[in-house]
Protein backbone atom coordinates (compact mmCIF):
# COMPACT_ATOMS: atom_id res chain seq x y z
CA UNK A 1 0.00 0.00 0.00
CA UNK A 2 1.41 3.48 -1.05
CA UNK A 3 0.56 6.35 1.61
CA UNK A 4 -0.04 9.63 0.46
CA UNK A 5 3.07 11.26 1.10
CA UNK A 6 4.76 8.45 -1.24
CA UNK A 7 2.34 8.64 -4.39
CA UNK A 8 2.78 12.76 -3.56
CA UNK A 9 6.62 12.41 -3.89
CA UNK A 10 5.99 9.72 -6.78
CA UNK A 11 3.51 11.92 -8.73
CA UNK A 12 5.75 15.29 -8.26
CA UNK A 13 9.05 13.00 -9.92
CA UNK A 14 7.40 12.00 -12.42
CA UNK A 15 5.09 15.10 -13.84
CA UNK A 16 7.99 16.93 -15.28
CA UNK A 17 7.01 17.97 -18.85
CA UNK A 18 8.50 19.35 -21.97
CA UNK A 19 6.51 20.63 -24.75
CA UNK A 20 3.34 19.03 -23.95
CA UNK A 21 5.35 15.54 -23.63
CA UNK A 22 6.27 13.71 -20.25
CA UNK A 23 10.47 13.94 -20.02
CA UNK A 24 12.63 10.91 -18.87
CA UNK A 25 10.83 10.45 -15.98
CA UNK A 26 7.74 10.18 -17.81
CA UNK A 27 9.44 7.47 -19.76
CA UNK A 28 7.92 9.20 -23.20
CA UNK A 29 11.10 10.91 -25.19
CA UNK A 30 14.38 8.97 -25.30
CA UNK A 31 17.15 9.87 -23.13
CA UNK A 32 18.96 12.25 -25.18
CA UNK A 33 16.09 14.41 -25.85
CA UNK A 34 15.44 14.26 -22.61
CA UNK A 35 18.70 15.38 -22.03
CA UNK A 36 18.89 18.18 -24.26
CA UNK A 37 15.95 20.23 -22.56
CA UNK A 38 18.10 19.86 -19.18
CA UNK A 39 20.83 21.83 -19.18
CA UNK A 40 22.97 20.42 -16.12
CA UNK A 41 24.82 24.18 -15.54
CA UNK A 42 21.60 25.40 -14.48
CA UNK A 43 21.09 23.13 -11.92
CA UNK A 44 25.05 23.60 -10.91
CA UNK A 45 24.20 26.68 -10.38
CA UNK A 46 20.87 26.18 -8.56
CA UNK A 47 22.87 23.87 -6.43
CA UNK A 48 26.05 26.28 -6.17
CA UNK A 49 23.91 28.79 -4.56
CA UNK A 50 22.19 26.83 -2.10
CA UNK A 51 25.71 25.80 -0.98
CA UNK A 52 27.16 28.80 -1.09
CA UNK A 53 24.31 30.27 1.00
CA UNK A 54 24.06 27.77 3.72
CA UNK A 55 27.86 27.09 3.99
CA UNK A 56 28.50 30.96 3.96
CA UNK A 57 25.81 31.22 6.96
CA UNK A 58 27.64 28.17 8.47
CA UNK A 59 30.89 30.08 8.38
CA UNK A 60 29.64 33.41 9.70
CA UNK A 61 28.18 31.46 12.32
CA UNK A 62 30.45 29.46 13.41
CA UNK A 63 31.42 30.89 17.14
CA UNK A 64 27.14 30.89 17.42
CA UNK A 65 26.81 27.12 16.37
CA UNK A 66 25.00 24.80 18.66
CA UNK A 67 26.33 21.74 19.28
CA UNK A 68 23.29 19.71 18.41
CA UNK A 69 19.27 21.34 17.76
CA UNK A 70 16.92 20.30 20.32
CA UNK A 71 14.61 17.86 19.16
CA UNK A 72 11.82 20.38 19.52
CA UNK A 73 13.26 22.86 17.60
CA UNK A 74 13.77 20.02 14.87
CA UNK A 75 10.00 18.61 15.16
CA UNK A 76 9.69 22.88 14.49
CA UNK A 77 11.78 23.51 11.59
CA UNK A 78 9.80 19.87 10.08
CA UNK A 79 6.43 21.63 10.50
CA UNK A 80 7.44 24.78 9.32
CA UNK A 81 9.28 23.58 6.39
CA UNK A 82 6.28 21.12 5.28
CA UNK A 83 4.21 24.34 5.11
CA UNK A 84 6.26 27.04 3.85
CA UNK A 85 6.87 24.32 0.75
CA UNK A 86 3.45 23.77 -0.15
CA UNK A 87 2.43 27.02 0.23
CA UNK A 88 5.24 28.45 -2.41
CA UNK A 89 4.88 25.74 -4.55
CA UNK A 90 1.25 24.59 -4.60
CA UNK A 91 -0.79 27.32 -2.93
CA UNK A 92 -2.98 30.24 -5.17
CA UNK A 93 -1.99 33.17 -3.50
CA UNK A 94 1.69 32.45 -4.23
CA UNK A 95 0.94 31.61 -7.71
CA UNK A 96 2.55 35.15 -8.37
CA UNK A 97 5.93 33.87 -7.35
CA UNK A 98 5.80 30.97 -9.69
CA UNK A 99 4.19 32.82 -12.77
CA UNK A 100 7.33 33.53 -14.48
CA UNK A 101 8.77 30.16 -14.41
CA UNK A 102 5.71 28.06 -14.66
CA UNK A 103 2.48 27.05 -16.18
CA UNK A 104 -0.78 25.43 -14.81
CA UNK A 105 -1.08 21.85 -15.33
CA UNK A 106 -4.05 21.04 -13.12
CA UNK A 107 -6.17 22.57 -9.94
CA UNK A 108 -6.44 20.12 -7.14
CA UNK A 109 -9.29 21.60 -5.33
CA UNK A 110 -9.99 23.02 -2.81
CA UNK A 111 -7.00 24.34 -2.49
CA UNK A 112 -3.70 23.57 -4.72
CA UNK A 113 -2.75 24.19 -8.14
CA UNK A 114 -0.05 21.55 -10.19
CA UNK A 115 2.24 23.59 -12.31
CA UNK A 116 4.86 22.65 -14.82
CA UNK A 117 8.19 24.42 -15.34
CA UNK A 118 8.43 26.48 -18.58
CA UNK A 119 11.64 27.71 -21.00
CA UNK A 120 14.57 26.07 -20.97
CA UNK A 121 17.79 26.59 -18.70
CA UNK A 122 18.11 28.42 -15.59
CA UNK A 123 14.58 29.58 -15.95
CA UNK A 124 13.16 25.99 -16.28
CA UNK A 125 15.33 24.91 -13.31
CA UNK A 126 13.62 27.70 -10.95
CA UNK A 127 10.47 26.21 -12.92
CA UNK A 128 11.49 23.25 -11.28
CA UNK A 129 12.21 24.03 -8.11
CA UNK A 130 9.42 26.01 -7.35
CA UNK A 131 6.84 23.82 -8.78
CA UNK A 132 8.37 20.94 -5.93
CA UNK A 133 7.63 21.00 -2.95
CA UNK A 134 9.80 18.55 -2.25
CA UNK A 135 12.82 20.04 -3.89
CA UNK A 136 12.28 23.27 -1.57
CA UNK A 137 12.18 21.58 1.46
CA UNK A 138 15.99 21.80 1.68
CA UNK A 139 15.97 25.42 0.58
CA UNK A 140 13.15 26.71 3.41
CA UNK A 141 14.73 23.89 6.21
CA UNK A 142 18.53 25.59 5.20
CA UNK A 143 17.05 28.39 5.64
CA UNK A 144 15.07 27.76 9.07
CA UNK A 145 18.52 25.90 10.24
CA UNK A 146 20.41 29.34 9.56
CA UNK A 147 17.53 31.73 11.19
CA UNK A 148 17.48 29.20 14.10
CA UNK A 149 21.64 30.08 14.74
CA UNK A 150 21.58 33.75 13.56
CA UNK A 151 18.34 35.14 14.93
CA UNK A 152 16.60 32.04 17.12
CA UNK A 153 13.36 34.25 18.58
CA UNK A 154 12.46 35.86 15.12
CA UNK A 155 12.61 32.40 13.60
CA UNK A 156 10.87 30.08 16.21
CA UNK A 157 8.04 32.93 15.94
CA UNK A 158 7.99 32.40 12.35
CA UNK A 159 8.39 28.60 12.34
CA UNK A 160 5.97 28.12 15.10
CA UNK A 161 3.34 30.25 12.81
CA UNK A 162 3.62 27.61 9.77
CA UNK A 163 3.69 24.66 12.72
CA UNK A 164 0.56 25.83 13.74
CA UNK A 165 -1.17 26.63 10.42
CA UNK A 166 0.28 22.86 9.32
CA UNK A 167 -1.93 21.18 12.57
CA UNK A 168 -4.61 23.66 11.37
CA UNK A 169 -4.94 22.47 7.99
CA UNK A 170 -4.36 18.77 9.09
CA UNK A 171 -7.51 19.52 11.26
CA UNK A 172 -9.42 21.00 8.65
CA UNK A 173 -8.91 17.72 6.61
CA UNK A 174 -9.23 15.20 9.24
CA UNK A 175 -13.11 17.50 9.89
CA UNK A 176 -13.91 17.60 6.36
CA UNK A 177 -13.33 13.52 6.44
CA UNK A 178 -15.40 13.10 9.65
CA UNK A 179 -18.32 15.19 8.13
CA UNK A 180 -17.84 13.08 5.05
CA UNK A 181 -18.52 9.98 7.04
CA UNK A 182 -21.42 11.10 8.86
Known amino acids: MVDAGTADRQQSTETHWHDGRPDHRGGSQSGAAAQADRSLGSYAALSATFVAAFGGMLIVSRRRLPERFSGGDLALVALSTHKLSRTIARDRVTRPLRAPFTEVQSEDPPLELKERPIGQGLRRAIGELLSCP ?9 AFIGGLV ?3 RPTRATAGMFAAVTGSDYLQHLHRWVRGRA
Do not use: S, V
Not at 134 to 142: R, T
Open 134 to 142: YCLDQWIAG
Open 150 to 152: LAP
